[in-house]
């Protein structure tokens, strides 16, 4: 029942919000859907200790039965997905982005949420692709009609990206389901475990290469990634939190659910260009970090580095790369979600974030949002002791061993250029820690266009629940208060719990990796 | 070792850097003067020693020993950790314990020396000093490394946007293109020309199905 609840509950309401709630204020739909969002996690807890299963007839007909249930994969990102879900609803009590009725805004998010409770807990592969592409919709809408309201051609060009680009992963996607339902006979991921794995080689190949490049798209994998930087940039805060924190989240989760576990022959086969591609992503994603002028750009492009990171992690075959993958996934919704939230903030308020400028020292003028943006910066280079390290120090362990024996050249290779990128990603963080946070000493009487801009910008009309930062402080006035201080201190404190203690998540994770492994192998 | 026994060991090592950082720098147990007029150093023009002074440590004595204080508590830290078992380590090693007690010694024995025989900085340094003010080349190999990075990372990013994207671009602007064809050729046909259609369309299924029975 809780399982029912906890996938229904923000579909439903988020249906309510989007279909009926036109008229309703923002303080109301903001507080209506916060509501909603903390009732899901608190039910994400109680099916994460409770771990019930759902199986009942659906479509008899095909054979596909609503078949809803948890194991130590899914916990990680239910649990991440319904926390992001609840800050971004109660982010949304601070700033409701113009472009639509409040209740559209909180609605879209709820949709996303539950879409991607569906997808973790969807043990068919029938109902976990409906899920899958249920989180488009809302999350064109999230881009195209909240985006950033002084570009709008920009805007509509990410929408159009963001739609094709998913639209085309997924139809890739659907048809090597739709391969591999026709060949083993039946659409349970439990099933398919055993069905999948005897069928021949050929045929393995075939759906392993359809479902991997449909699902490299969403994860992104180099070079399906350039939708992201460009939905990344245009989306509002709250969109590109969930972009990042659990769109990225499906793609891996995809990956490991249905090539990996299903086809593990195919899969095996393909595993090292799977590797090259992640280590191309991530030097190709560190470097262009680099020199890149748009803040929330760089953190899209640092996101592709970190994939790559997962994906090296996948491919390698192994219990210990596949756990590190799985830990970078969920360090990366963390960190990547505290980023956006830090420089969504300055985007909004200053108007556009361009490194090319020399911006107000953070450190002094917004010690808060100063502080968030060092814990991100620093935790996105790999620093030992928060949440970004483990992934990526395991990954690139486990690809010193991976399990193929024939393969190790390659990986041993792709390991060493691994490594390399990840000390490119501390130049590119130290480089928006000095533009940023040590900063230059601008005049905050002299704001250079920045007024200007934010006036432009500031579209928070009556809609708006937020009543501290207006009026007085202008643009000028960034620190972190009230509503996103609290979701800053929330994701802060994730960030260094992940690191610290590693063994909280891998412990939960240990057992349903090895079976995963253990029963394809 | 391990892990735990190099995060507990590098405070001491750093420790020892930094105190011989600063007996170089600062001269020993001499007062605040910071460079004595010994011939290497008075030989700098008064700029160039201002700017040494200044570069070596910018905030006086004060400060060095601050630091030196720091890590000193840290060391000590890791050793009470050590002897203490807090952590779940392998126990001392007893040739490790020996050679580091005997570099410790080493150096504090040199140290002595050097300072009662004038300021060890220069005698330690002597003629090298520029070199040792230049940190060995650090900056020189690090914009000969960071340079070539840079560039590298601007043609990535032209190849991202301009190549990779590219195709992206290409295959949206077919598809547009593709639609407008569609939409023109249905404006152009004339309306006789749909049944006709209808029946072409009705004689290939058939087709289709009489050959494809089986």
């Not at chain 1, 659910?257 to 090292?272: E, T």
């Not at chain 1, 991530?282 to 760089?298: A, M, N, P, Q, T």
């Not at chain 2, 008075?42 to 020693?49: D, F, I, S």
């Not at chain 2, 407008?180 to 020309?193: D, M, N, Q, T």
Request: with cysteine; glycine share 12%; hydrophobic share 55%.
């Amino acid at each position: 029942m809780a399982l029912i609840t906890l996938v229904l509950l923000p579909l439903l309401g988020g249906l309510a919000l989007v279909a009926g709630g036109r008229g309703l204020a923002a303080p109301v739909a903001t507080r209506v859907g916060a509501a909603l969002a903390g009732v899901t996690f608190l039910l994400a807890v109680v099916v994460a200790v409770t771990r019930p299963v759902v199986d009942r007839s659906w479509l008899p007909e095909l054979g596909v039965r609503a078949h809803l249930g948890v194991d130590g994969i899914a916990i990680p990102l239910i649990l991440l997905t319904a926390l992001v879900g609840v800050l971004v609803t109660i982010h949304a009590m601070g700033e409701v982005p113009a472009g639509g009725s409040p209740a559209t805004f909180v609605g879209s998010l709820l949709l996303v949420v539950g879409g991607a409770l569906a997808t973790f807990t969807a043990r068919d592969i029938v109902l976990f692709f409906l899920a899958f592409e249920l989180v488009l919709i809302p999350m064109w809408v999230l881009i195209r009609r909240f985006g950033d309201p002084h570009h709008p051609g920009a805007r509509a060009e990410a929408g159009h990206r963001f739609v094709l680009y998913t639209a085309v992963g997924s139809t890739l996607m659907l048809v090597g389901i739709l391969l591999l339902v026709s060949s083993a006979g039946s659409t349970d991921l439990g099933r398919l475990v055993e069905a999948g794995a005897a069928l021949p080689h050929g045929r393995q190949l075939t759906i392993a290469l359809l479902l991997v490049t449909g699902l490299a798209v969403k994860v992104p994998v180099f070079p399906l990634h350039t939708w992201l930087p460009s939905a990344h940039t245009i989306a509002p805060t709250a969109g590109s939190v969930l972009l990042a924190a659990i769109l990225l989240k499906m793609g891996t989760y995809g990956l490991v659910r249905l090539p990996l576990a299903l086809v593990p022959s195919g899969f095996a086969a393909l595993a090292p260009w799977l590797a090259i591609a992640g280590v191309v992503g991530i030097v190709w994603g560190s470097l262009v970090c680099l020199v890149e002028r748009d803040l929330k750009r760089l953190i899209a492009y640092s996101s592709v580095a970190h994939m790559g990171f997962v994906v090296l992690g996948l491919s390698t075959g192994t219990v210990a790369g596949l756990q590190a993958a799985l830990y970078g996934n969920l360090a990366h919704g963390v960190i990547s979600a505290l980023l956006f939230v830090v420089v969504g903030g300055l985007k909004r308020r200053w108007g556009s974030v361009d490194l090319r400028r020399s911006w107000p020292a953070l450190r002094e003028i917004a010690p808060r949002r100063g502080f968030a943006l060092i814990l991100g910066l620093a935790a996105a280079l790999g620093l030992p002791g928060l949440a970004g390290f483990w992934g990526e120090f395991l990954a690139v362990l486990a690809a010193w061993r991976p399990a193929d024996v024939t393969q190790i050249p390659v990986f041993r290779t792709v390991a060493v250029i691994a490594a390399i990128g990840g000390a490119l990603a501390a130049a590119y963080a130290l480089r928006v820690a000095r533009l940023l946070w040590v900063g230059d000493a601008v005049e905050l009487a002299d704001p250079a266009g920045v007024a200007d801009a934010v006036e432009a910008v500031d579209p928070s009309g009556d809609g708006d629940g937020d009543s501290g930062q207006r009026g007085t402080g202008e643009g000028l006035d960034v620190e972190a208060r009230g509503v996103e201080w609290m979701a800053l201190s929330a994701l802060g404190l994730a960030t260094v719990l992940l690191g610290v203690l590693p063994w909280l998540v891998l412990g939960v994770m240990d057992p349903a990796v090895t079976a995963l492994l253990g029963g394809a192998r | 070792m391990g892990l735990i026994g190099t995060i507990f060991g590098s405070p001491a090592a750093t420790t020892a850097a930094a105190c011989a950082r600063s007996a170089a720098a600062l001269g020993g147990s001499r007062p605040p003067a910071l460079f004595p007029p010994c011939a290497a150093v008075a030989a700098l023009p008064a700029a160039r020693r201002a700017r040494r002074a200044e570069h070596l440590d910018p905030h006086g004595r004060g400060n060095a020993n601050a630091v030196l204080l720091v890590l000193a508590v840290l060391s000590l830290v890791g050793g009470l950790a050590l002897v203490l078992e807090l952590f779940d380590l392998p126990g001392l090693s007893w040739t490790w314990t020996v050679i580091t007690v005997l570099l410790i010694a080493v150096g504090a024995g040199l140290a002595f020396a050097l300072g009662r025989a004038g300021d060890p900085g220069v005698r330690f340094v002597g003629r090298r000093a520029a070199l040792w003010d230049s940190g060995f080349g650090a900056d020189t190999a690090y914009r000969a490394l960071v340079r070539p990075v840079e560039r590298l990372a601007r043609v990535v990013a032209f190849l991202d946007t301009e190549v990779i994207d590219g195709y992206v671009r290409g295959g949206a602007v077919a598809a547009r293109l593709a639609g407008l064809a569609g939409e023109r050729f249905h404006r152009r046909e004339r309306v006789r020309l749909g049944p006709w259609l209808v029946v072409a369309g009705l004689i290939i299924v058939l087709a289709v199905g009489v050959l494809g029975w089986r």
